[in-house]
């Protein structure tokens, strides 16, 4: 019975095996299709893995002659680089040494395709050392993402003049360094007419021989000098201590009175600036969906009066963010933790005022009427219980169909603080 089945297992493999193909003689064309599947096909930094390595062209490459040929004729493959370095520059000079070079090579083999990707994440100084602002064609490149401990800003600002292509743009480390040789591109405007998301970082981390008040200006100078007539995502991420940036809202002010672009998401993170700025801005953005403001540490920006302006101000032309869907607000009530109650209720009024209409509010204010999302914490631990009377009002929102994260009047129960967290995501 045994000899029998082991020749019924046979036929059955000589079968199988004459019905598959050997990989080394499919059609070019096919193996082309099989290698550009095998690639990433996007630089989303927040979705990155160990398994990105294999994923690279560069292992294709070392299989054979004939898949290193196929390999190097394929633009597709070409068009995005990946770069992580954790190590400094000061510690390992001389693996940066032929980077930029490297670079240059990689993207000349996605002939000239004028949609390329770059994503470089070092440290300690690794990307100025790796002289990749030199090599890479910038002006080929639409999506950038660029991290270090600290980015010079003329460095940053020479790569948006020669990046009129960009979409999106993440810079993590922007810090005012000045340097010899760039001043001219300091007064210079630089135009990116198809830029829709931009992201800035503040460094947490101050360099060598920068003062820690002078840094965090770098943001402010950066948008001073930028001209973005298609932006529709703006986020601003200032260091963990906060980033004093006082200018900042009104050179955004200023930009939305000379370029009005469509920007339907303003998030600002631990940015130290003038409050009342934002009531001169709010009603320069009549596309905005999506408001996320978080306070700076030691600083306590009143964000609930800002907010209580967006449904009382005197006359409808004043009432600001008509659009408004998502309103996330976290500030700090270290100092003034009496003022929770009044803060909770001066949210909830400017909730409540998505149901405001002419019949039971016949007056100019039009209210946040397109609300359909509210998270609010202060950075405060109240010994007394909320106020009972919020905590109705935030019952009947609920009911009313808005979706409310506030954990101060929820409790700090795991499921509140788990939904704020994914309201920040």
Request: proline share 6%; glycine share 4%; net charge neutral.
């Amino acid at each position: 019975m045994i000899p029998y089945h082991k020749k019924i297992m046979v036929a059955s493999i000589q079968t199988k095996a004459s019905r598959l193909c050997r990989i080394e003689i499919l059609a070019p064309e096919m193996m082309i299709q099989i290698f550009v599947l095998t690639v990433p096909h996007n630089i989303d930094s927040s979705r990155r893995d160990r398994s990105s390595r294999v994923k690279s062209p560069l292992v294709l490459t070392e299989v054979c002659r004939r898949w290193r040929e196929l390999a190097h004729a394929t633009p597709e493959l070409w068009q995005i680089l990946q770069i992580e370095m954790a190590s400094t520059a000061a510690a390992c000079p001389s693996r940066f040494a032929g980077m930029g070079i490297g670079a240059q090579q990689w993207f000349s083999r996605a002939g000239g395709r004028r949609d390329l990707s770059l994503l470089a994440t070092f440290s300690g100084g690794g990307f100025s050392a790796s002289h990749l602002d030199l090599h890479v064609p910038w002006s080929q490149v639409t999506h950038l993402n660029l991290e270090d401990d600290h980015i010079p800003l003329q460095i940053i600002l020479e790569i948006f003049g020669q990046s009129p292509l960009l979409v999106t743009c993440k810079v993590t480390g922007v810090t005012y360094e000045p340097l010899e040789g760039t001043v001219a591109c300091i007064n210079t405007f630089f135009l990116l007419p198809n830029l829709l998301c931009l992201i800035l970082h503040s460094p947490d981390t101050v360099c060598e021989g920068v003062e820690l008040s002078r840094s965090p200006t770098a943001l402010s100078s950066l948008m001073r000098r930028l001209v973005m007539p298609a932006l529709e995502t703006l986020e601003i991420f200032g260091a963990e201590s906060g980033s004093a940036e006082y200018e900042l809202i009104r050179i955004l002010y200023t930009h939305q009175l000379q370029v009005n672009p469509p920007l339907t998401r303003l998030v600002v993170v631990r940015i130290i600036f003038l409050t009342h700025h934002l009531l001169v801005l709010f009603p320069h953005l009549p596309l905005l969906k999506h408001l996320h403001l978080v306070g700076a540490e030691r600083y306590c920006h009143l964000f609930a009066d800002v907010a209580r302006h967006l449904a009382y101000e005197a006359s409808a032309e004043l009432n600001g963010l008509p659009g408004l869907e998502v309103l996330i607000i976290e500030d700090s009530a270290t100092f003034v933790p009496h003022a929770v109650d009044a803060w909770d209720n001066a949210i909830l009024e400017v909730a409540s005022s998505r149901r405001w209409n002419a019949v039971n509010y016949p007056h100019v204010q039009r209210g946040l009427s397109q609300l359909k999302e509210l998270s609010v914490r202060w950075d405060v631990r109240p010994l007394q219980p909320p106020n009972s009377v919020a905590v109705e009002k935030l019952k009947r929102l609920e009911i009313g169909g808005l979706k409310v994260m506030y954990p101060t009047l929820q409790g700090s129960s795991q499921e509140s603080t788990r939904h704020w967290d994914l309201a920040r995501m």
